[in-house]
C-alpha cells in the first residue's frame, strides 16, 4: 500500500522560508516521479513542481520559479519543497502525489497521479 505523509507547513511572514517533506512508503521510489501540487477553497488543486525518480530533471510552474526548489533523497524515500521568499499568494494546502507509473517523466497533470498525502497548510502573512 502507498503512503505519503507531508510534513513541515506552517505560519510564515512574507519573504521567508519553509522546507515540506513528503516520506514514501509502498513503491519502489526511485523508479517514480514525484510532484508537489497546492490548493485553496474553491479552486482546483494546481501544479507547483516535479522532480523525475532520478532526480535529474525537474519542472515548475511559472509562479513559483526561481523561489522553490523540489529535490528528493532516495536513501530516504523523502521529497522536498524548499520555498523561499514566500509570499502571501502562495497559502494554500500542499500536497505531495507519486506518478502513476514507474519510469516516466513527471507532468503537471494531476490525474496523472494515482497517490496522494493528506496535505500540509502553508500560511504566508503580509
Known amino acids: 500500500q502507498v503512503q505519503l505523509q507531508e510534513s513541515g507547513g506552517g505560519l510564515v511572514q512574507a519573504g521567508g522560508s519553509l522546507r515540506l517533506s513528503c516520506a514514501a512508503s509502498?513503491?519502489?521510489?526511485?523508479?517514480?516521479?514525484m510532484g508537489w501540487f497546492r490548493q485553496t477553497p474553491g479552486k482546483e488543486r494546481e501544479f507547483v513542481a516535479a522532480?523525475?525518480?532520478?532526480?535529474?530533471?525537474?519542472q515548475y510552474s511559472d509562479s513559483v520559479k526561481g523561489r522553490f526548489t523540489i529535490s528528493r533523497d532516495s536513501a530516504k524515500n523523502t521529497v522536498y519543497l524548499q520555498m523561499n521568499n514566500l509570499k502571501p499568494e502562495d497559502t494554500a494546502v500542499y500536497y505531495c502525489?507519486?506518478?502513476?507509473?514507474?519510469?516516466?517523466?513527471?507532468?503537471?497533470?494531476?490525474?496523472?497521479?494515482?497517490?496522494w498525502g493528506q496535505g500540509t497548510q502553508v500560511t504566508v502573512s503580509s
Open positions: 509502498g513503491r519502489t521510489f526511485s523508479w517514480y516521479s
Open positions: 502525489a507519486i506518478y502513476g507509473r514507474a519510469w516516466r517523466e513527471p507532468t503537471r497533470a494531476v490525474p496523472d497521479y494515482d497517490y
Open positions: 522532480i523525475s525518480g532520478s532526480g535529474s530533471s525537474t
